[in-house]
């Protein structure tokens, strides 16, 4: 078959399957997205192509504990300059510590306090998960922080709030009172809640890619009219995302099918910036997934 035959067969196929998808899409409108994604992701490549990892030495680091008596701390974060570090605790409390001179100094001080209005563990596992810097943190001092939070009326809510971190003193405090740009669109649970996420910047704008659990609930994973089982994005200000987006009726939709994930990452050395999840099973079946999102 000569190159103007394989054309004509390639053009060919392309315009069956556009033609099917037409179809489809007229019986089922979410379905030809679901497959769009499929094909994406099975073209993202071998994982581990273009990735290449710097080899590290038990030489280079020491352990030692830094602080200890802290009460259920969930997340710890560097800011980007790497001069203090954020410990967030289940209960709500945000602490700082400083460094100088390249030592950690072992007393933390309080940066401010996420309102989830729960006690934290024990007895459940609600409360402030997440603490992620924004993309343009070194102009702004944003730094988003993803929680729980328990209503008037006893209903679970999955909140991100946002805040500026200011200087003062030697440390790091919040400059107002946070404030929430997401609410999910259906009640969380004691567990398997909002947890992880990464400030990314789309078109030049900064954005917020995070995780929901589905709450024991599997359908909500499958359902994109539900804010749970989801890798989400929005704005910084929590309004709909820029781009190109792969479910276009649910644009803060990125990714569906996620059950318990508790971290996600981007990985700084592969080429293609794909982005790590820690997804977990119920007894078994944990899984890492390597997903192509920009």
């Known amino acids: 078959m000569n190159r103007k035959s394989k054309r004509i067969l390639v053009y060919g196929i392309v315009l069956l399957c556009v033609f099917g998808m037409v179809v489809v899409y007229k019986k089922n409108s979410t379905l030809p997205l679901v497959i769009l994604n499929a094909v994406r992701f099975y073209f993202a490549g071998n994982p581990t192509e273009d990735v290449g990892y710097a080899p590290v030495s038990s030489k280079d680091f020491t352990v ?3 602080a200890s008596g802290l009460t259920a701390p969930t997340r710890i974060a560097l800011t980007p300059d790497g001069e203090y570090m954020i410990v967030t605790q289940l209960t709500g409390e945000v602490f700082v510590f400083s460094r100088k001179n390249g030592v950690w100094n072992n007393k933390s001080r309080l940066a401010g306090k996420i309102d989830t209005s729960v006690l934290g563990f024990p007895p459940e596992e609600l409360g402030l998960v997440g603490a992620v810097f924004s993309s343009d943190y070194a ?10 939070y328990k209503n008037s009326e006893g209903e679970i809510e999955n909140r991100v709030s946002v805040v500026s971190l200011k200087e003062r003193f030697g440390t790091l405090v919040f400059s107002a009172d946070p404030e929430v740009i997401f609410t999910a669109n259906v009640p969380g649970n004691f567990s398997h809640q909002i947890t992880d996420g990464i400030g990314v910047s789309i078109e030049g704008k900064s954005h917020l890619l995070f995780l929901i659990g589905e709450g024991f609930d599997a359908k909500r994973a499958q ?3 539900l804010e749970g089982g989801k890798v989400m994005v929005i704005q ?3 309004s709909n995302p820029l781009g190109v987006r792969p479910y276009p009726s649910f644009p803060k939709l990125q990714a569906v099918g996620i059950r318990n994930a508790y971290t996600l990452a981007q990985n700084q050395y592969d080429a293609r910036k794909r982005v790590l999840i820690g997804d977990t099973g119920p007894d078994i079946h944990d899984r890492i997934i390597y997903a192509p999102f920009f």
């Open 64 to 66: 030692s504990v830094l």
């Open 139 to 148: 102009d702004t001092g944003n730094i988003f922080f993803l929680y729980t």
């Open 236 to 238: 910084a200000d929590g």
């Open 223 to 225: 359902d994109l009219t």
